[in-house]
Structure formats: structure tokens, C-alpha cells
């Protein structure tokens, strides 16, 4: 298959992740913030440094509140990780691999676009968000399912598995760092209010329900982190999906040395993780960490297998909202 | 808006579903009687629906004016329009005639230019012609054809008479919408389907595949066959896209390929470079290779004009092509039917003043208010003068332009082009249009069993462009079973 689609499908599917997953973030976020005592140190400005925009977000806004950082996170479209971009961005790329994917994948990604675009010029943002964001997620799982369902799984859909894994595992990082707030409050009351805000993590994931289910305890924050980074077979776990990873490369793809190489060394990084002693301290410097590596992975993948030159002007569009 | 024939009244123009007012004609009796039957609420709900399929299909083109990358939904009629199998196997005849012609007479201008020799065609045309490319003379594609796909305009006069308009030679587009229209149209109309006699139009990409394929250098099972297209900001990209899918090719663009120290070409994958046979080209002659033609085209391939001379790639349509449809040298085109066949054209060209000829100059300049100016070498609808609907001061502009360069232009009667009902708003109301048949040309020659009509939805305008405020309706070749 050609680099450049190859490249695009990879690009279509962390979009539509990052979509699926910022929708989810603000879902959860605006719950818990409804839920939990103010002066805790909890607020939405957090929201921004976890998405990692926080230069963008500075420069046009001088305070942090609530309908700044949700109109930033879902609607504005000089944000390159919001939610409208993440759509636009997918559904420009989808729709110049359009000779690969299923016809309908290209019609629900477009529908899901303009769906968006319209409800955010609405009521999305303020009396409708939850509703709103909850489609967003079916939605955008509903096409993951399409292509999984209806995509020859060969080459191709390996691009598509790859972007999306790696996507997922970059998200779970950032909403692990929700987690590792530092929060301000008594003894008793800190360890309970610790509990509630990694229960929150884990619903941010739709993980709560799975962890009950396998770890068999109450929510505790050891405990999360562990699932959240080690386990292997939840989709959202960081090591299932480097897991998902390893299994693309290995499966149909030319050249994977290097790149197999690669996440093998992040899956023991993760692996050998000593939870405890992280959560005591240096929790977020390893997520940063992290952080750090899908990125290089991200650079690795591209170099075998996108190399030539790409055309800048794909990751270059603007979308207007 | 329920429809009701009586009152529908195209005035003194050939209307395509009836003859006089309540009097459908025979082929189109069935569907207006049924369209007929429909309620107000009912006709509109179907074009909702039309529209809401359209939209979600994202059937789209790209206007080239707009800055930014705008797509536009293409506007869709519900009514098709009806024309009779009878009809329409002449008018099949005439454009194999006329395409067969035009491919000896592109093969013989970049050859042995018998028919400059003879007289026939003035041989200053050709080599004074931007479409004529020196780089390509001597060049012996495979059958002999340069022109594997054509869109031909036609359009009909007040008294039914059926005229070329033009022959687009080099990248005709439109023919995915043509499919697509057929796709909406069984999905707002399925019982028509079931009841009448109409002809398929779905399979046009398996049959441009097998011709395609006919073209390959290598004798494989499997040819490696791709498109080639400008990017996504070319306003015909969605056409691009769709005919790969269809045909399961590759999509490609110029970034994707390079030629190769052995003059073939290749292209860029996940495993490294594949080798191509066969390239269905969007991109125009002058930038399909920076070595040879413009040195500024990003589009293009370097080299790929070499690779095609050593035959090592079939470029379809092979470059040069174009020649042929030049506006000038289409006034030409009966006289080359009838020196390479014999025969006499099928279907007339719409009557033509060529600007260069002194007497024929004089008379389009004196009666520029009554004629339809064009330039010979624009596509789109851009750069002519439509003299009945144009200001003094547009047609004091194209005076100057035809004197400065009368080989540049011919002129032609404004022609009164036929109707069809048309939904426009809350009434049914006749609206011009046109017709492209797309022919395939290899060993063998395939028609469209119809093609794309394209309508000026706008009250009383001639232009059916998608580029200016046209749109489109599906087109029925009915077969009413008898004569």
C-alpha cells in the first residue's frame, strides 16, 4: 500500500481516539468537578496541562474557568487537540483514503463532523454537553467497530489498529496524570477524596466496571494505577494497547524490526513499573516519561514507513468551526 | 407543488418530458403520471431525502475560486430525464463514429499528418495549436488510441435536433456523478425501478477497469492500474476518489510515484517501490512531468512523459490528446469523420464561425448580441461570452479580445437548449440542460448508457456548469419496447 495513505489511515484513527477521548475527559471532568469539595486544589485549568496545550490556551485566555477551558477543549479550532479538530482533522484525512476504507466509514466520520460543528455551535457547550459528549463517544466507537467489522484486516487496517493504540495509550497517560493531583486536605478525609478522584479516572476510561470485575477490591489508588498501566488485557490499559501494537508489527507489516524492537522496550518499561514507590513520588515525572516515548515510537513508525515526504498541506488544513 | 402537466409550460423550448402542456411524451408517460400522482407533501419529502443521501454520501466538488478548500454538495433533481432507447442507439452510434475518428486523427496528426497533407485540416492550426506537443510526435500508443475517455456535450435545439456542443478530450469529469445520481434516485424512487425498463449505469467502472487493463505493457493477469490525481483541492477530487474505489485501484498522486533509472514507473509503499502499468490521469498535460512540459508543476512525475515514450506505462488519456478538442479544430470534426471514414457525421455539430476565416470574423463581430463566443482552449465554462445575456461592455471586451487573436475563438448561435421539469422551490418549472455521455475507447469502444445531465437551476440561464450554479439530474435511457 501506498506510504502517504498508510500514513493517513494512521492519522484518521488517532484523530477519531483523540476525539473519543477528549469528549470522554470533559464528560468525566465536568462530573467530578459537580462532585468534589472546592478547595481541594482541584480545578479546570488542570484540564488544559493534561491536554498539553497549555501555551495555545494562555495566549488567548486570561482566565482558566469553566466555559473557557470547555468551549477550548470541545470548539475552538485553533486548539490542534480539541475535540472539533480532532473531527475535522480525521475527516480530512478519511476522506483522502477514501479508496481504502469502507464507503460508509467515510460517511459516518463526515455525518459525525457535522454533527458536531452544528450541536457546538448550539447548546452543546453549556445545557446539552453531556448528552452531546455522550454520542460523540458511541459515535466515534460506532466506527471504530465499522472498520473493525468491515475492513479486510490486512496492511491497512494494521495502520488503523496501530494509530488508534497508540492514541489510546498517550490518552490513559494523560488521564492517569489527572490522578497524581496533588490534593489538599486532611489525613482521612485525603485518602477518601484520593479514592473518589481515581474513581473518576477510571470512569473517565469506562474502566470501572472491568477493574471491579478483575481486581475484586474497592477503588484504591494503587490499585488503579496498576490496572490503568500493567494490565493486559483491558483495551485502555497502556500495556494492552502497546500489546496491540507489537501484534500490528509483527503481523503484516514490512521492515518491523526497529519498530518491534521499539515497543518492546516500552512494554517492559511499563511492566516493571514498581507502582507503589511511583504513586509515593515521581508519578507524574514517568508519565512524562511516557509520554516522551510513544512520541518516539510515533517518530520510528513514520521513518519505516511513512518516509517520503508527506504533502504538508493535509496536517496543514484548518478547520473552521 | 404537487406537479400537474397542463400547467407546466415550457414555452417555445423542446421540453424532454412533454411535447405540449398535458401531453407527456411516450417514454417519459409512465413517470410523469406517477410523478403526477404524488402529493405536494410526498414530492418533497423525497427530495429531502435526496438531499439528506447526497450529504451523507458526501457527494461533493470543490468550486476553484473559493480560497479555501470549500466542498459543496452538488445539487440534485429529483425528476430524471427520460430519453428513448430508440434515441438514444443512434445517438450511441454517432459518438462511437465521431470518437473513432477523432482517435485516427490525433494518432495521424503525431505521425504521418496525412490529413494536413491533404488539405483537409490547415496544417497552421495544428502547429500553431497549444495542444498540439511536439514531445510527443512519433509516439504509437497501443491501438493506436490517445483518447481512451471521453466526455462529449450534447445538447438539443428547439426543434429536437441533438448537436455536439464539445468533446472533452483531455480529463472529462463527471461521470461519478452520474453514478451517484442513480444511487439516490433508486433510493428516493425504488418502484420505478421495479415497473420500467431502464438502463444500468453502474457498471462504467468495471468497464473503464477492462479498458484500463487492456492497455497494460506487461501481458499480467493482474496489472498494476492506479489513478492519478492532482490532491484534494482539485475541484473533481471526490471523482478521483470514487473511480479508484470502484475500480479498486490505487489513488494516487504525482508525490506517490517516481521513474526509475530503467524508465519505468513506481510507486512509493509501506514495502518499498512497486511497479505501475497503467496510469488513469486527472492531472493536465502541462503538468503531468516537470521534464518535459512545465518545470513548476508540483503535480507531476518527472520523467513519466519518458517512461510512456519507451512504453513502459500507458497514460490514459495519452498526453497530446487534447488537441482534439480544441474549440477550432471541432469545427473540423465532420470533415474528419468523413476523411477517415467515409461516413457522414451522425450527430451535427452545432454551427460555427470560426474568427480566423475574415468574412466569418466580420459577421460573429457584427453580430455579437446573437452569438456565444468561446476560446479554444478553456474547459468549464470559463472565458466565453454569452452575447444575448451579456452587458456592451463585456462584448466591447471580447471585440478587442478576437481581434487581438481570432484563431483563438469561434462563435456559435446562441442555441435555445431544451428543458426539463425541474423543482425549484415550491414550484415544478422548466430549466435547461445538457447531456455528457462518457465513451470508453481502447480495442473496443463503450458508451454510457445515457450519462450526466447537468441543469442551469437558475431561471432562464443556459449555463449548467457545476462551477456556476448548475446542477444535475439523473438520466433514464427507458426502453418503452416499441418504435
Given amino acids: 500500500m501506498l506510504s502517504r495513505v498508510a500514513e493517513r489511515l494512521y492519522w484518521t484513527a488517532r484523530y477519531l481516539e483523540r476525539a473519543e477521548n477528549t469528549a470522554r475527559l470533559v464528560k468525566v471532568y465536568a462530573y467530578m468537578m459537580l462532585d468534589m469539595p472546592s478547595g481541594i486544589g482541584l480545578n479546570w485549568r488542570q484540564l488544559v496541562d493534561i491536554s498539553g ?42 476522506r483522502t483514503t477514501r479508496d481504502l476504507v469502507p464507503a460508509e466509514g467515510w460517511e459516518h466520520v463526515n455525518e459525525l463532523y457535522m454533527f458536531a460543528r452544528k450541536k457546538l455551535a448550539g447548546k452543546a457547550l453549556v445545557k446539552d454537553r453531556y448528552e452531546f459528549l455522550s454520542e460523540i463517544v458511541m459515535r466515534c466507537q460506532q466506527i471504530t467497530g465499522l472498520l473493525a467489522g468491515t475492513m479486510s484486516h490486512g496492511p491497512a487496517y ?56 478483575y481486581v475484586r477490591r474497592r477503588v484504591q489508588p494503587d490499585r488503579v494505577l496498576a490496572f490503568l498501566l500493567q494490565d493486559t488485557d483491558f483495551p485502555r490499559a497502556v500495556a494492552h494497547a502497546l500489546g496491540e501494537i507489537a501484534s500490528c508489527f509483527g503481523n503484516q507489516l514490512p521492515h518491523n524490526e526497529e519498530p518491534l524492537r521499539a515497543v518492546l522496550r516500552l512494554q517492559r518499561l511499563v511492566a516493571e513499573a514498581d507502582v507503589e514507590k511511583l504513586r509515593a513520588a515521581g508519578l507524574h515525572e514517568f508519565i512524562d516519561q511516557l509520554q516522551l516515548e510513544l512520541g518516539n515510537l510515533h517518530q520510528l513508525i513514520s521513518a519505516t514507513w511513512f518516509a517520503h515526504e508527506m504533502d504538508e498541506t493535509i496536517t496543514r488544513v484548518s478547520v473552521s468551526a | 407543488m404537487e406537479i400537474e402537466w397542463k400547467s407546466y409550460d415550457p414555452g417555445e423550448f423542446y421540453d424532454e418530458m412533454i411535447s405540449s402542456p398535458g401531453n407527456p411524451r411516450r417514454a417519459a408517460r409512465a413517470i410523469a403520471g406517477y410523478l403526477q400522482r404524488l402529493s405536494a407533501k410526498q414530492l418533497g419529502r423525497r427530495q429531502h431525502a435526496a438531499d439528506l443521501a447526497i450529504a451523507e454520501m458526501g457527494v461533493t466538488f470543490t468550486v476553484y475560486s473559493e480560497g479555501t478548500n470549500i466542498d459543496r454538495t452538488w445539487p440534485f433533481d429529483i425528476i430524471p430525464r427520460i430519453i428513448a432507447q430508440k434515441e438514444w442507439s443512434r445517438i450511441e452510434e454517432g459518438l462511437v463514429q465521431r470518437m473513432t475518428a477523432l482517435n485516427m486523427f490525433i494518432h495521424d496528426l503525431y505521425n504521418e499528418q496525412k490529413i494536413l497533407k491533404d488539405g483537409v485540416v490547415p496544417e497552421k492550426l495544428i502547429t500553431g495549436s497549444k495542444s498540439f506537443l511536439p514531445q510527443c510526435i512519433g509516439a504509437t500508443p497501443r491501438y493506436n488510441v490517445w483518447a481512451h475517455i471521453c466526455g462529449s456535450d450534447l445538447v438539443r435545439d428547439k426543434d429536437g435536433t441533438v448537436y455536439v456542443l464539445e468533446d472533452n478530450l ?26 420500467h425498463r431502464i438502463q444500468p449505469v453502474d457498471d462504467y467502472p468495471s468497464h473503464l477497469f477492462d479498458m484500463l487493463a487492456s492497455l497494460s505493457p506487461r501481458p499480467l493477469d493482474y496489472p498494476e492500474i492506479v489513478v492519478m490525481t492532482p490532491g484534494i483541492y482539485n475541484s473533481a477530487y471526490f471523482e478521483h476518489s470514487f473511480l479508484a474505489q470502484q475500480m479498486g485501484a490505487e489513488l494516487v498522486e504525482g508525490s506517490d510515484l517516481v521513474v526509475g533509472d530503467d524508465d519505468c514507473v513506481y510507486m512509493k509503499t509501506i514495502a518499498g517501490l512497486q511497479r505501475v502499468d497503467v496510469i488513469y490521469r486527472r492531472v493536465n498535460d502541462e503538468f503531468i512531468d516537470p521534464e518535459a512540459f512545465r518545470e513548476d508543476s508540483v503535480l507531476g512525475v518527472r520523467g513519466l512523459l519518458r517512461a510512456w515514450r519507451a512504453g513502459n506505462v500507458a497514460l490514459a488519456n495519452a498526453p497530446g490528446a487534447g488537441v482534439a478538442d480544441d474549440k477550432v479544430i471541432y469545427t473540423y470534426v465532420p470533415a474528419i469523420i468523413k476523411y477517415y471514414l467515409d461516413q457522414d457525421a451522425i450527430i451535427p455539430n452545432v454551427p460555427s464561425y470560426r474568427c480566423e476565416d475574415r468574412e466569418q470574423r466580420e459577421y460573429v463581430l457584427a453580430n455579437l448580441a446573437t452569438l456565444v463566443v468561446k476560446p479554444a482552449n478553456e474547459s468549464g465554462g470559463y472565458g466565453m461570452l454569452v452575447g444575448p445575456h451579456a452587458t456592451a461592455v463585456e462584448r466591447n471586451k471580447f471585440v478587442n479580445l478576437i481581434k487581438r487573436n481570432p484563431r483563438n475563438y469561434i462563435a456559435q448561435p446562441a442555441l435555445s437548449l431544451s428543458t426539463a421539469p425541474t423543482i425549484c422551490g415550491q414550484h415544478v418549472e422548466p430549466r435547461h440542460l445538457d447531456l455528457r455521455p462518457f465513451i470508453l475507447q481502447s480495442d473496443r469502444t463503450y458508451v454510457t448508457a445515457g450519462g450526466l445531465t447537468r441543469v442551469a437551476l437558475r431561471k432562464g440561464s443556459l449555463v449548467v456548469n457545476s462551477s456556476q450554479g448548475g446542477g444535475s439530474k439523473d438520466t433514464w435511457i427507458v426502453d418503452t419496447g416499441a418504435g
Fill in chain 2, 170 to 195: 483531455r480529463v472529462p469529469s463527471g461521470v461519478s456523478y452520474m453514478i451517484e445520481n442513480r444511487a439516490v434516485t433508486k433510493r428516493v424512487f425504488p418502484e420505478l425501478f421495479r415497473k
Fill in chain 1, 158 to 213: 494494521q495502520f488503523v489498529r496501530v494509530g488508534r493504540n497508540l492514541e489510546r495509550a498517550d490518552m490513559t497517560t494523560r488521564m492517569i496524570d489527572v490522578g497524581s493531583a496533588t490534593l489538599i486536605a486532611p489525613g482521612v478525609e485525603l485518602e477518601r477524596l484520593e479514592n473518589r478522584l481515581w474513581t473518576y479516572v477510571l470512569r473517565s476510561l469506562s474502566a470501572h466496571q472491568m477493574y471491579r470485575q
Fill in chain 1, 53 to 94: 496545550a497549555h501555551e495555545y490556551f494562555d495566549k488567548h485566555h486570561r482566565s482558566s474557568g469553566e466555559r473557557n477551558v470547555t468551549r477550548f477543549m470541545l470548539a475552538d479550532s485553533g486548539n490542534p487537540g480539541s475535540l472539533i479538530t480532532s473531527l475535522g482533522m480525521a475527516r480530512e484525512n478519511i
